[in-house]
């Protein structure tokens, strides 16, 4: 998709901190970390959010996981811990259309739910 920032990463139009790529998934730090380990992990392909995911596509989820599980090896934080998170919607606060896997970890933290 034209403007999507991700779309733009994946597309290596804007430069990024990479962390780990194949020909259907990218992963790259966040700008604006929450925790000592912050990456995104998100597809090629734009899909807006897990709500747009068609059945078809549900296959990619698993893979999307594999990666997020591959980051948290190679950031060192497999053993120690770290949350996976997807925003889905303006309640949960998504603010890129893109879907994406947040990878957390590094320290403790705190699980804040509503
Ligand atoms: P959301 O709130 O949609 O789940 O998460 C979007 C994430 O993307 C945020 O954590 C934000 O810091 C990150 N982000 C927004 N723009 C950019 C960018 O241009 N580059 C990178 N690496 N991260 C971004
Ligand atoms: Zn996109």
Do not use: W
């Amino acid at each position: 998709m034209q403007d999507c920032i991700f779309c733009k990463i994946v597309r290596g139009e804007i430069p990024t901190s990479l962390v780990y790529c194949d020909d259907e998934i990218v992963a790259f730090r966040d700008t604006t970390p929450q925790a000592p380990t912050h990456v995104l992990v998100v597809p090629r392909r734009h899909i807006s959010s897990l709500n747009d995911l068609t059945a078809e596509e549900m296959p990619l989820l698993g893979k999307l996981l594999q990666v997020c599980r591959e980051v948290a090896k190679k950031e060192g934080v497999f053993e120690s811990g770290y949350r996976i998170a997807v925003n889905t919607g303006p309640d949960a606060g998504q603010v890129v259309e893109h879907i994406h896997f947040h990878v957390l970890g590094g320290g403790p933290m705190n699980l804040e739910i509503g």
